[in-house]
């Protein structure tokens, strides 16, 4: 995407709905995909009050007004559930700020499109795990998410991108990319090539499933990293999920897959001493335990049994989505550095192989933790 000018921001903020007089602006979390900015305004009591504008990245969400659909649709749903089980609705969900005209995103004059939220106050998100327990109540709170939605109406829902979660067509995609070799990259990263072609078994696994019926969908948040969720600073508690741009049906392996490769990994997601990069067992458990108590007994065995093959896959996926953007010249993740792209892409394959050489430690765990979730359920 472009970037933004002053200018440009300065309309959008114009055309939102906010109380109080602006005193500050910038660029704000470590996001991939939107621009995300903190405004701070000073209220007419004298107290500030942090917002967040987002532009929303129109290349990656090709039509914004269905997103922003599909966000106010769920966040008003979850709103109701908070509100019914007596908690802060204006903490636990998005709330999405509506423009002058009371639309949820507003259309600047260059067609850039933008949208505004509460801020979460008191909460933090984490780019690594610094407590164990902040990844543990990350999974009972992406569980929590899942539980709270299990009844909406998935059929509601706009698919955001296509095949999203898709990892066969990732796979076509990916061979496309190598045979166009836009960028003239391909030739500087044949290792990594060969470990994607290695893996066709891997892409196809769940898409194979789920076409012979296998697989329940549910609606799911499908981007689960440690950073899409608040921690509350005083308790340690996941208290918001963020970053609902691509809330629709998906697998729950997935969502626990997703969460796996990032916050149970050793190291940071570009880091480039590969030596540093592992996925950690007792993390991996910890987040298992989390997301399956969450999810309150709405598992199927089945599902939990696959928990340690979404690991698999979602970091095999990610890491062929980031080599895939460095052949076609790093046009989708932004990247601040030269090879970023190649970097994420690497700890993304060493965790698969680290991931590999554990397998059986990762099925244990997960037999162990079937056992006693059926043991509390009544199961079987
Ligand atoms: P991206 O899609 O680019 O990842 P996110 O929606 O995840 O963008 O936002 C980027 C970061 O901004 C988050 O990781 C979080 O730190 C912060 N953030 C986003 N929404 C809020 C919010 N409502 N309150 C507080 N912080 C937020
Ligand atoms: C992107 O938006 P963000 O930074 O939370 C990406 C995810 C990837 C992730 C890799 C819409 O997530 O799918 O797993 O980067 N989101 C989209 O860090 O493509
Ligand atoms: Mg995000």
Avoid at 127 to 132: H, I, N, S, T
Avoid at 136 to 155: I, K
Avoid at 282 to 292: S, T
Avoid at 364 to 374: D, N
Wanted: glycine content about 8%; hydrophobic content about 35%; aromatic content about 10%.
């Amino acid at each position: 995407m472009t970037q933004t000018t002053n200018g440009q921001r300065a309309e959008a903020i114009a055309n939102f709905r906010y109380e109080g007089r602006l005193i500050d602006a910038r660029s704000y979390g470590n996001g991939h995909i939107n621009d995300t900015y903190l405004l701070t305004f000073e209220t007419e009591k004298g107290g500030r009050k942090n917002t967040i504008l987002q532009r929303i990245n129109k290349e990656v969400f090709t039509k914004p007004e269905e997103l922003m659909e599909n966000i106010v649709g769920v966040t008003s749903y979850l709103r109701e559930q908070i509100e019914k089980s007596g908690g802060n609705p204006e903490r636990e969900t998005l709330n999405v700020i509506p423009t002058t005209e009371g639309k949820s995103c507003y259309v600047d004059s260059k067609g850039d499109y933008w949208r505004s939220y509460l801020f979460i106050t008191d909460a933090v998100s984490y780019d690594k795990v610094e407590k164990p327990e902040h990844f543990y109540e990350s999974a009972l709170a992406f569980g929590n998410f899942q539980r709270l939605l299990a009844d909406y109406p998935a059929d509601t829902l706009h698919e955001t991108i296509k095949g999203f979660h898709d990892t066969k067509s990732r796979f076509a995609a990916f061979k496309k990319a190598v045979e166009k070799d836009a960028a003239g990259r391909a030739g500087l990263v044949k290792d990594e090539i060969q470990f994607v072609l290695d893996h066709e078994d891997t892409a196809n696994y769940f898409m194979n499933l789920l076409e012979a019926g296998e697989l329940p969908l549910r609606v799911t948040h499908n981007d689960t990293k440690l950073n899409n969720i608040m921690i509350d600073n005083e308790t340690d508690k996941g208290v918001c999920v963020i970053d609902l741009d691509t809330v629709m049906p998906g697998l729950a392996m997935n969502d626990f897959g997703d969460a796996i490769r990032f916050g149970a990994s050793t190291a940071a997601e570009d880091e480039r001493d590969l030596s540093l990069v592992s996925c950690s067992m007792e993390l991996f458990e910890l987040y298992a335990k989390g997301y399956i108590e969450g999810c309150a007994g709405k598992l199927t065995e089945r599902e939990i049994e696959l928990m340690p093959m979404g690991a698999k896959t979602m970091t095999f996926e990610c890491g062929m989505r980031f080599l895939t953007d460095y052949l076609e010249g790093d046009t989708y993740f932004k990247i601040h550095r030269e090879n970023q792209n190649l970097d994420r892409c690497r700890t993304q394959f060493t965790l698969v192989k680290d991931m590999e050489k554990k397998w059986e430690q990762m099925q244990e765990i997960i037999s162990r933790l079937s056992a006693q979730k059926k043991a509390l359920y009544n199961i079987g």
